[in-house]
């Protein structure tokens, strides 16, 4: 295979340049069993520093839409349908890399990145509120 040349969904030859600015594009350095934050997410303690390394680096991968849910499954067409899926499962993995296995255990049967993030946004944004106004009322 030369330079520019991919495999089709045939396994044919085809010599469409990939398009690196969609976000259902995998670059070949990317992996599932790779971590794309440093730290793990623990609970309250540092889910919103978590919270905001997870978003700039989807959001460096162009893969932000799959976390906020505007990047869905294209149901008419089995190339970009096959195309989402893979994306989504990546973004899945490193997601669920990035969280304590404690946490991961409650996570790890959801399907979605949108719904691994709503899940982790509903359970540590409630608590982080509710330990912030119980800890503002022990200070009065």
């Given at each position: 295979m030369t330079t520019g040349e991919?495999?089709?969904?045939?396994?044919?030859?085809?010599?469409?340049?990939?398009?690196?600015?969609?976000p259902l594009y995998i670059h070949p350095?990317?992996?599932?069993?790779?971590?794309?934050?440093?730290?793990?997410?623990l609970g309250t303690e540092n889910f919103k520093v978590w919270k905001s390394s997870m978003t700039r680096a989807l959001k460096a991968k162009n893969?932000?839409?799959?976390?906020?849910?505007?990047?869905?499954?294209?149901?008419?067409?089995l190339v970009k349908s096959l195309k989402w899926e893979?994306?989504?499962v990546f973004v899945c993995f490193w997601l669920l890399r990035s969280i304590s296995e404690t946490i991961y255990a409650g996570h790890a049967c959801s399907e979605k990145?949108?719904?691994?993030?709503?899940?982790?946004?509903?359970?540590?944004?409630?608590?982080?509120?509710?330990?912030?106004?119980?800890?503002g009322k022990l200070l009065l």
């Amino acid at each position: 295979m030369t330079t520019g040349e991919i495999l089709g969904g045939s396994g044919t030859k085809s010599t469409e340049t990939p398009d690196v600015d969609d976000p259902l594009y995998i670059h070949p350095t990317d992996t599932i069993t790779g971590t794309i934050i440093s730290f793990k997410l623990l609970g309250t303690e540092n889910f919103k520093v978590w919270k905001s390394s997870m978003t700039r680096a989807l959001k460096a991968k162009n893969k932000l839409g799959f976390m906020d849910g505007t990047v869905t499954k294209i149901v008419n067409g089995l190339v970009k349908s096959l195309k989402w899926e893979g994306a989504n499962v990546f973004v899945c993995f490193w997601l669920l890399r990035s969280i304590s296995e404690t946490i991961y255990a409650g996570h790890a049967c959801s399907e979605k990145v949108v719904d691994i993030w709503n899940e982790l946004n509903e359970t540590y944004l409630k608590l982080d509120g509710f330990v912030g106004t119980l800890h503002g009322k022990l200070l009065l």
